[in-house]
C-alpha cells in the first residue's frame, strides 16, 4: 500500500533551523502536488508549503513561514523536505505530508503521513 513517512522533528531553540523529510511508498504510479501543514493543539490544521508536480515544481507557502521555510522535492526519491530555518515558537506543532498520489488503481487520491513533532522553545 501506499503510505507517506516523516521524519526529521524534534525540539530546538528559537532562531534554529530544523529539516523535515517525507518519503512515498509502495505502488505507485505519479506523485502529483506535495506538501507540509502543521497543527497545534486546540487549533485546526493549516496549510505550510505546497510544491506542485509539474517540472521542477512551482511552489507556494503560508505567510507566516515565507521568507524562513522552503519546500522542495526529489521525484527519483519521492520525497518532499521542508528546511525550516528562523524557528519561532509559533511554529511549534504536529507537522504533517500530504501527496495526491496515483497508486496502482490509477486512482487519484490524497495521502497524510502520520506527522512529526516539532516544538520550538523560547
Known amino acids: 500500500q501506499v503510505q507517506l513517512v516523516e521524519s526529521g522533528g524534534g525540539l530546538v531553540q528559537a532562531g534554529g533551523s530544523l529539516r523535515l523529510s517525507c518519503a512515498a511508498s509502495?505502488?505507485?504510479?505519479?506523485?502529483?502536488?506535495m506538501g507540509w501543514y502543521r497543527q497545534a493543539p486546540g487549533k485546526q490544521r493549516e496549510l505550510v508549503a505546497v510544491?506542485?508536480?509539474?517540472?521542477?515544481?512551482?511552489?507556494n507557502y503560508a505567510d507566516s513561514v515565507k521568507g524562513r521555510f522552503t519546500i522542495s522535492r526529489d521525484n527519483a526519491k519521492n520525497t518532499v523536505y521542508l528546511q525550516m530555518n528562523s524557528l519561532k515558537p509559533e511554529d511549534t506543532a504536529v507537522y504533517y505530508c500530504?501527496?495526491?498520489?496515483?497508486?496502482?488503481?490509477?486512482?487519484?487520491?490524497?495521502?497524510w503521513g502520520q506527522g512529526t513533532q516539532v516544538t520550538v522553545s523560547s
Open positions: 509502495g505502488s505507485i504510479f505519479s506523485i502529483n502536488a
Open positions: 510544491i506542485t508536480g509539474a517540472g521542477g515544481g512551482s511552489t
Open positions: 500530504n501527496a495526491d498520489i496515483r497508486g496502482s488503481t490509477l486512482s487519484l487520491r490524497g495521502y
